[in-house]
């Protein structure tokens, strides 16, 4: 295994290649908004057969595993690369589906693993847990609620595979809520360093930084509500060392985090997270509360795209109170129908 680079991220691995190697080459790392806000993948490095509760503001969600065990924040990279190839193709006005057929070299490659014989036999076991674990949720996306149970793949299968057995081609077909998220653009885009950071409770602050402080000015929350929201098993008092730790060697891309009085970690955009200019205007969780309230069993992150949607073709205007006119707009959308 290749040695850690200065700050504890591991390097880059293939420097001079494409990020995405596949038929869209200008693929950003994407990720869905509802499990980058919401537990639902393992923090464990070892096999993890736990059923996982989870219930917060309402949303409760039961994750339930396999033989094989949990799917891993690790496995997740191969989702996080199939939303990046569907909003890619999307963006470029192709038509997409939920299966889709990648080359695994290129998986290894956009997600800085190694492409030894060795990482293809991990990657088939990250393909079989992640269509081994299944999902039960109250949580809508797409602007449709999902009571169901679901895997967070359809399935997989090797398409080809070399001589000694090697997997070239895999076609996977995700499941119909997550398209569902992609086809609505409930997706965030994600700093390529995110398949650098070796832990998996990095990973999951960092989802977390990502969804909630976007690029706002400070974003904090209790100690207690993190460590529910992160989904680690670790005891609180582990916990807070390993938040501590995070903090002490500062490598989290995009974001500094900081711990304050009240039991509290606050975290900051990075300067190079400054807002662009032909940003959509930033809304708060609170306004999305207030939305979410407002319209019942719609999705409220495909409403705010609808939302930066007109805000775009109505000239961009500067906008005082992104809260209010958001909430506004919710509201008047909901009483004309």
Same mark, same amino acid.
């Given at each position: 295994?290749?040695?850690?680079?200065?700050?504890?991220?591991?390097?880059?691995?293939?420097?001079?290649?494409?990020?995405?190697?596949?038929?869209?080459?200008?693929?950003?790392?994407?990720?869905?908004?509802?499990?980058?806000?919401?537990?639902?993948?393992?923090?464990?490095?070892?096999?993890?057969?736990?059923?996982?509760?989870?219930?917060?503001?309402?949303?409760?969600?039961?994750?339930?595993?396999?033989?094989?065990?949990?799917?891993?924040?690790?496995?997740?990279?191969?989702?996080?690369?199939?939303?990046?190839?569907?909003?890619?193709?999307?963006?470029?006005?192709?038509?997409?589906?939920?299966?889709?057929?990648?080359?695994?070299?290129?998986?290894?490659?956009?997600?800085?693993?190694?492409?030894?014989?060795?990482?293809?036999?991990?990657?088939?076991?990250?393909?079989?847990?992640?269509?081994?674990?299944?999902?039960?949720?109250?949580?809508?996306?797409?602007?449709?609620?999902?009571?169901?149970?679901?895997?967070?793949?359809?399935?997989?299968?090797?398409?080809?595979?070399?001589?000694?057995?090697?997997?070239?081609?895999?076609?996977? #077909?995700?499941? !119909?809520?997550?398209?569902?998220?992609? %086809?609505? /653009? =409930?997706?965030?885009?994600?700093? &390529?360093?995110? $398949? *650098?950071?070796?832990?998996?409770?990095?990973?999951?602050?960092?989802?977390?930084?990502?969804?909630?402080?976007?690029?706002? #000015?400070?974003? !904090?929350?209790?100690?207690?509500?993190? %460590?529910? /929201? =992160?989904?680690?098993?670790?005891? &609180?008092?582990? $916990? *807070?060392?390993?938040?501590?730790?995070?903090?002490?060697?500062?490598?989290?891309?995009?974001?500094?985090?900081?711990?304050?009085?009240?039991?509290?970690?606050?975290?900051?955009?990075?300067?190079?997270?400054?807002?662009?200019?032909?940003?959509?205007?930033?809304?708060?969780?609170?306004?999305?509360?207030?939305?979410?309230?407002?319209?019942?069993?719609?999705?409220?992150?495909?409403?705010?795209?609808?939302?930066?949607?007109?805000?775009?073709?109505?000239?961009?205007?500067?906008?005082?109170?992104?809260?209010?006119?958001?909430?506004?707009?919710?509201?008047?959308?909901?009483?004309?129908?």
């Amino acid at each position: 295994m290749a040695e850690l680079t200065a700050g504890g991220l591991d390097p880059v691995r293939h420097p001079t290649a494409d990020f995405f190697v596949c038929d869209i080459f200008d693929a950003a790392p994407k990720d869905d908004m509802a499990s980058m806000e919401h537990p639902m993948f393992s923090l464990s490095t070892r096999p993890d057969r736990r059923i996982l509760e989870y219930e917060h503001n309402g949303t409760a969600i039961t994750v339930t595993p396999s033989v094989k065990g949990l799917a891993t924040i690790h496995d997740k990279d191969i989702l996080i690369f199939c939303i990046s190839q569907l909003m890619a193709g999307i963006n470029a006005g192709l038509a997409v589906s939920r299966t889709l057929h990648l080359r695994a070299h290129d998986l290894l490659v956009a997600t800085n693993r190694e492409t030894s014989g060795d990482s293809y036999r991990r990657l088939r076991e990250a393909f079989e847990r992640l269509a081994g674990t299944r999902v039960t949720t109250n949580f809508e996306t797409g602007g449709k609620e999902v009571t169901t149970g679901f895997g967070l793949i359809e399935n997989w299968q090797i398409v080809r595979a070399s001589r000694g057995g090697k997997m070239v081609s895999v076609a996977v #077909t995700l499941s !119909e809520w997550l398209f569902r998220a992609v %086809l609505s /653009k =409930s997706v965030l885009t994600l700093s &390529r360093d995110y $398949f *650098r950071l070796r832990k998996p409770l990095e990973r999951r602050i960092y989802e977390l930084a990502r969804k909630h402080c976007g690029r706002q #000015t400070v974003w !904090e929350i209790s100690i207690d509500t993190l %460590l529910k /929201k =992160s989904g680690s098993g670790s005891p &609180r008092r582990v $916990f *807070r060392k390993m938040i501590r730790d995070m903090i002490a060697a500062d490598h989290l891309p995009d974001y500094h985090l900081a711990e304050i009085p009240g039991d509290k970690l606050q975290v900051t955009p990075r300067a190079g997270m400054v807002m662009p200019l032909d940003a959509p205007p930033p809304v708060s969780d609170s306004a999305l509360e207030q939305a979410r309230a407002l319209a019942p069993g719609l999705d409220v992150y495909a409403l705010l795209a609808e939302w930066h949607g007109v805000w775009r073709r109505t000239g961009k205007q500067t906008l005082r109170s992104p809260d209010k006119a958001f909430v506004g707009w919710v509201l008047k959308r909901e009483n004309s129908l």
